[in-house]
C-alpha cells in the first residue's frame, strides 16, 4: 500500500473540505462590506453563526498531516509561504474574536462587523496568494526553501489571492441565497450576477497565465490532456447551469452548482500538481517521513474523520431552512 | 489545654504549630529524608488531608 | 535582544506558545473540575453544585476557545519558525502532534457541544458522561503533547542515518525517560492552577460578604483538592528532578545558581542571583544557609554540581532558567503554606471567616498559570542550546526568514494576541461580577454551533424548521 499516496489523499480531501465549508463563510464575510443596512448585516452573520468555526479543523488537519506524513514538504513551505500563512492566521483569529464581540457590544456593532469582514478577505486573499506562489514555484535547493519570503508576492499569486477571493464571494454569496429572504435575497442575487462572471473571467487569466509561467504546468496538460479537459469542461458547465439559477428555485442550485465548480477546479490542480506535494519540486515520496509515521497519521484519521463530518453533517441539518430573520434568538445578557 | 497565656503567646503558637508540622512535611515530601519518608509523609499528608476535610465542618457546625 | 534571526524566531515562539499554555492548562483544570462537581451534583442533588457548574462552565468555554485558536499557530509556527526542526523531528513526533490535534477534534466535535449547550437536551447521565469524556479528552490531548515535548528533552528511540532520523523503536520514542514524570507534574500543575482559580472567586466572594453559599462552598473544594494536588506535586517534582539531572544535567545545574564545578560545603540555597555567563560566576548571590545542601543534596553538607561542569558552548543561560525555577518553586512552597493553612483554619472551624486568608487566597488566584509559565520556562531554556537534546542544536534549526520579518510578525502577534486576552479577561471580569446566580445555564459564546443547543435557539431552529421555510 502506497502510504504516501494514502496520506496525500487525505491531506487532498482536507484542504477540499475546507475551502467548499469555509469558503462560503470568508465569502459572507467579506460581503459585509458590501451591505450598508445593518439588520441585513445580522441577517448575514446569523446565516454563519451556528457553524462557522468548525470549518477551520480541516485547514489545522491539512497543516497536521504536512507536518506527520511530509515533513520535508512542510519545512520548505512554512519559511517559503511565511507572511501569507502568519497573515491568514491572524486574519482567522481576528475574525473570532470580532465575532464575539460583536455580539457582545451593541453599540459597537457596525465597528465589529467591519473587522470582521477585512479578516474574512484577509484571509482569503492569503489562501489564494499561497496557492498562486505554490504554482509560480518555491525555490528549493535540497530540502531548504532557497528563496527569498517575498517572493510569494509577485503578480500571478496577487492575480490568484483575487480569483480565489472572488470565488468565496460566489460561494458567500450562493449561500446567501439559500439561506436567506428577501431582501438580502435580492441582494445575493445582484451579487452573483456580478461576481459569478468577474469570477470566471479572472480564473480564466489565471488559468492562461500559468500555462506561462509554470512550465510544470504545460507538461501535466500533455500527460492527462482528457482528464483535464474533462474538468475543465465540468467547470465551465457548473459555471453555467450557476448562472442560469441565480435567483431561481430552488435556491440550493446555485449553492449545489458552485460547490461542483469550485470541486472541479480543485481536482484540476491537484492533478495538474501531482504528484508533486512542492509543485513542482518535491514530489510526495521524497517527502515522506517514515512509513510508520504515516500508517499512524492515517490510522488517527480514519478514526477521526468520520466522526467530524458526522458532526458537521448534523449541525447543518439542525439548521436546515431558512435562517430566521429575527435570527437565532437568545438575546444577550 | 492552653492555661491562662496572654493571647500573644497564643497566637504565636497558631502560627508556630501548622508551620513547622507543614515545613516537616514538607521536606519530609520532596525527599530530604529518603524516598521511604517522602512516600510515607505524602501518604500521611493526602490520607490526613482527605479524613480532615470529610469529618471537620470548617466552620462552627454550619455549611 | 539583537536583530538576529535566531533569537527572534524564539522570542516569538516562547510569545505563542507562553500565551497559549495559559489557556490549556486553564481547560484540563477546569474540565477535571467540572466533571467532579457534576459528579457531585448527581449524587447529592445540591442545587449548589449545579450553581457552581454553571458558573465555571461560561469561563471553561472561553477558554477552550482561545486555547484552540492560538493552538492553531502553533501547529503552523513549528515550521515557520524553525523549519529544519520540523524536516528532523516529523517523522518522530510528528504523529504525536498530529494525534493529539486528532484528539482534540474528536472530543470536540463528539462531546463538548453537548457538554458547553446540551445540558436541557440531553439527559443528566448523557450530559455527565460528555462532561466526563471533555475531561479525560483534554488529559489525552496534553499526554500526547508531553509525549512529544519530553521526546525533545529526553530523545530516544531514533538513530541518525544520512542526516535524517529514523525511528527504531516506536514505543521508546513514546515513552521516552522523562515522559511518565513530567505529565503527572503537568496534570497537576493544571488541577492546581483549577483549584486557586475557584478558591480565589469564592475568597473574593466571601471578603465582600455576596453569594456566601456559592463562596464558601468554592472555597472548600478549592483549598481541599489544591491540598491534596499540591502535596502530590512537590513529591512527582523531586522525582522528576532527579530524573533530569540524570538525563538533562546542564539545565538542573543552571536552574540552581552555582557555577564552580563543586559548590562550596555547607552550600546555600540562592533566591537572588546576578549571573554573569560570560564571566561564568555570580556578580550577586543571596541564599539560605546550609538549604542548598539540604534540599539538592539531602544532607548538611552536601556539595551541589555547578554550571562549569559543562562545556560553554552547550550551556543554558542561567539567569533564565535559574529564575523560571525559582518562581515555580516559590508558588510551590506558597501552595504549600495555603495547604497546610487550609487545614489548620479548618481544624480551627474558621477556614471562611480569616481574613487574612481569604485575601492569601485572593492572592493566589492566578498562582496556578504563573508556576505553570515558571516551570515551562526551566523545561524549555534549561534545553538550550539544544531544541533537541544531543542532537540538534536550536540555532541550526532556525528556519531561513529574515529578521526584520520575524520582528514585523513578532510585533503583529503581540498586538493581537492582546486583544484575545483582553477579550478573554473582559468575558471573566464579567461573569465575576454578575456572580453565580445569574450564570447562564448553557454558556455564552456566541458563534459556532455550540450555541445553537440553547433552548431559545433550539426552539427557534424547530419552529422555524416547521414553518417549512
Known amino acids: 500500500m502506497d502510504m504516501p499516496l494514502l496520506c496525500a489523499g487525505f491531506a487532498a480531501l482536507s484542504v477540499t473540505f475546507y475551502v467548499l465549508l469555509d469558503g462560503f463563510d470568508l465569502g459572507v464575510g467579506a460581503l459585509l462590506l458590501l451591505q450598508p443596512h445593518e439588520p441585513s448585516r445580522d441577517h448575514m452573520v446569523d446565516s454563519i453563526t451556528p457553524t462557522w468555526d468548525g470549518n477551520e479543523t480541516w485547514l489545522i488537519m491539512t497543516g497536521v498531516t504536512l507536518l506527520a506524513a511530509f515533513p520535508i514538504a512542510y519545512g520548505i513551505l512554512m519559511p517559503a509561504l511565511y507572511i501569507p500563512i502568519i497573515v491568514m492566521l491572524l486574519a482567522l483569529g481576528l475574525r473570532g474574536v470580532s465575532f464575539e464581540f460583536r455580539a457582545q457590544m451593541k453599540p459597537y456593532r457596525r465597528r465589529w462587523d467591519v473587522i470582521f469582514a477585512i479578516g474574512s478577505l484577509t484571509a482569503a486573499c492569503m489562501q489564494g496568494l499561497i496557492l498562486g506562489a505554490m504554482i509560480e514555484g518555491i525555490s528549493v535547493d535540497g530540502v531548504a526553501f532557497s528563496g527569498s519570503v517575498f517572493d510569494c508576492f509577485r503578480p500571478f499569486p496577487w492575480l490568484c489571492a483575487l480569483c480565489v477571493l472572488e470565488g468565496y464571494v460566489v460561494l458567500g454569496g450562493c449561500w446567501l441565497q439559500f439561506k436567506t429572504s428577501a431582501p438580502l435575497h435580492g441582494f445575493s442575487v445582484r451579487v452573483l450576477r456580478i461576481t459569478l462572471p468577474l469570477f470566471l473571467l479572472m480564473f480564466c487569466i489565471a488559468a492562461g497565465t500559468s500555462f506561462f509561467i509554470q512550465p510544470g504546468i504545460q507538461t501535466a496538460w500533455q500527460a492527462h490532456p482528457l482528464l483535464l479537459g474533462t474538468l475543465s469542461c465540468t467547470l465551465l458547465i457548473a459555471a453555467l447551469i450557476l448562472f442560469c439559477c441565480i435567483g431561481k428555485r430552488p435556491d440550493i442550485r446555485p449553492l449545489a452548482a458552485a460547490m461542483v465548480m469550485i470541486a472541479a477546479g480543485i481536482a484540476g490542480l491537484a492533478i495538474l500538481v501531482f504528484p508533486m506535494v512542492v509543485p513542482f519540486r518535491v514530489s510526495i515520496w521524497s517527502a515522506s517521513s517514515s512509513r510508520l509515521s504515516q500508517i499512524f497519521v492515517l490510522a488517527g484519521a480514519i478514526v477521526v474523520t468520520p466522526v467530524v463530518l458526522g458532526y458537521s453533517f448534523f449541525a447543518y441539518w439542525i439548521f436546515r431552512g431558512k435562517t430566521p430573520k429575527k435570527g437565532w434568538g437568545g438575546g444577550y445578557e | 489545654m492552653l492555661k491562662n497565656l496572654s493571647s500573644t503567646f497564643a497566637k504565636t503558637l497558631n502560627f508556630l504549630v501548622p508551620s513547622l508540622v507543614g515545613a516537616m512535611f514538607f521536606f519530609a515530601i520532596i525527599g530530604v529524608f529518603g524516598l521511604r519518608i517522602a512516600v510515607a509523609g505524602l501518604l500521611v499528608a493526602v490520607i490526613g488531608a482527605v479524613v480532615l476535610v470529610r469529618r471537620v465542618p470548617a466552620e462552627g457546625g454550619s455549611r | ?469
Not at chain 3, 482534540?104 to 440531553?122: P, T, Y
Not at chain 3, 503533547?145 to 530516544?156: E, F, R, V
Not at chain 3, 513514546?174 to 488541577?191: E, T, V
Request: a positive charge.
Open chain 3, 1 to 469: 535582544m539583537s536583530l538576529n534571526p535566531a533569537t527572534l524566531a524564539r522570542v516569538q515562539f516562547a510569545f505563542t506558545v507562553s500565551f497559549h499554555i495559559i489557556f490549556p492548562t486553564m481547560s484540563i483544570g477546569l474540565a477535571m473540575f467540572l466533571a467532579v462537581i457534576e459528579g457531585l451534583w448527581l449524587k447529592t442533588r445540591d442545587a449548589l453544585y449545579l450553581q457552581i457548574y454553571r458558573f465555571w462552565l461560561s469561563i471553561f468555554a472561553m477558554g477552550f476557545g482561545v486555547g484552540v485558536v492560538t493552538g492553531i499557530v502553533l501547529s503552523f509556527e513549528f515550521g515557520l519558525g524553525f523549519a529544519k526542526f520540523a524536516q528532523l523531528a516529523g517523522p518522530a513526533i510528528g504523529p504525536m502532534i498530529a494525534l493529539e490535534v486528532l484528539t482534540s477534534f474528536f472530543l470536540e466535535a463528539g462531546f463538548l457541544g453537548i457538554m458547553l449547550f446540551g445540558m436541557h437536551r440531553v439527559g443528566p447521565k448523557l450530559h455527565f458522561f460528555a462532561t466526563c469524556m471533555v475531561a479525560l479528552g483534554t488529559l489525552l490531548s496534553a499526554s500526547w503533547i508531553l509525549s512529544a515535548n519530553s521526546w525533545m528533552q529526553t530523545p530516544d528511540g531514533v538513530v541518525v542515518r544520512n542526516g535524517r532520523l529514523v525511528v527504531v523503536n516506536w514505543w521508546h520514542v513514546l515513552n521516552n525517560p522523562s515522559w511518565l514524570f513530567r505529565l503527572p507534574h503537568m496534570l497537576s500543575a493544571a488541577y492546581l492552577t483549577a483549584s486557586f482559580l475557584v478558591a480565589g472567586v469564592g475568597a473574593w466572594y466571601l471578603l465582600r460578604g455576596k453569594h456566601l453559599a456559592f463562596a464558601k462552598k468554592s472555597v472548600a473544594l478549592g483549598t481541599a483538592f489544591a491540598t491534596v494536588l499540591i502535596a502530590g506535586q512537590v513529591f512527582i517534582g523531586d522525582l522528576l528532578y532527579g530524573k533530569m539531572l540524570k538525563y538533562q544535567p546542564p539545565k538542573m545545574q543552571a536552574a540552581e545558581g552555582f557555577w564552580a564545578k563543586e559548590s562550596t560545603s555547607p552550600a546555600p540555597y540562592y533566591w537572588v542571583i546576578l549571573p554573569d555567563q560570560k564571566e561564568q560566576r555570580n556578580r550577586f548571590a543571596l541564599g539560605i544557609p546550609y538549604l542548598g545542601s539540604i534540599w539538592l543534596t539531602h544532607s548538611l553538607h552536601g556539595r551541589v554540581e555547578g554550571l562549569k561542569n559543562t562545556p560553554p558552548d552547550r550551556q543554558p543561560i542561567m539567569g533564565m532558567v535559574f529564575y523560571g525555577f525559582r518562581i515555580m518553586y516559590g508558588i510551590a512552597i506558597l501552595m504549600f503554606a495555603v495547604a497546610t493553612s487550609s487545614l489548620w483554619l479548618r481544624w480551627k472551624h474558621r477556614l471562611y471567616t480569616t481574613t487574612w486568608f481569604l485575601r492569601f487566597l485572593v492572592a493566589m488566584t492566578p498562582s496556578g498559570i504563573i508556576a505553570t509559565l515558571g516551570g515551562w520556562y526551566v523545561a524549555e531554556t534549561g534545553r538550550q542550546p539544544w531544541v533537541i537534546f544531543g542532537l540538534l542544536r536550536t540555532i541550526d534549526a532556525v528556519s531561513p526568514v529574515p529578521a526584520q520579518t520575524l520582528l514585523a510578525t513578532l510585533i503583529a502577534f503581540v498586538c493581537i494576541y492582546t486583544l484575545f486576552m483582553a477579550a478573554f479577561l473582559f468575558f471573566v471580569v464579567r461573569i465575576i461580577r454578575r456572580g453565580p446566580d445569574s450564570a447562564p445555564a448553557h454558556a455564552e459564546a456566541s458563534g459556532s454551533l455550540k450555541n445553537a443547543f440553547r433552548p431559545q435557539v433550539l426552539d427557534n431552529v424547530n419552529a422555524n424548521a416547521a414553518a417549512g421555510r
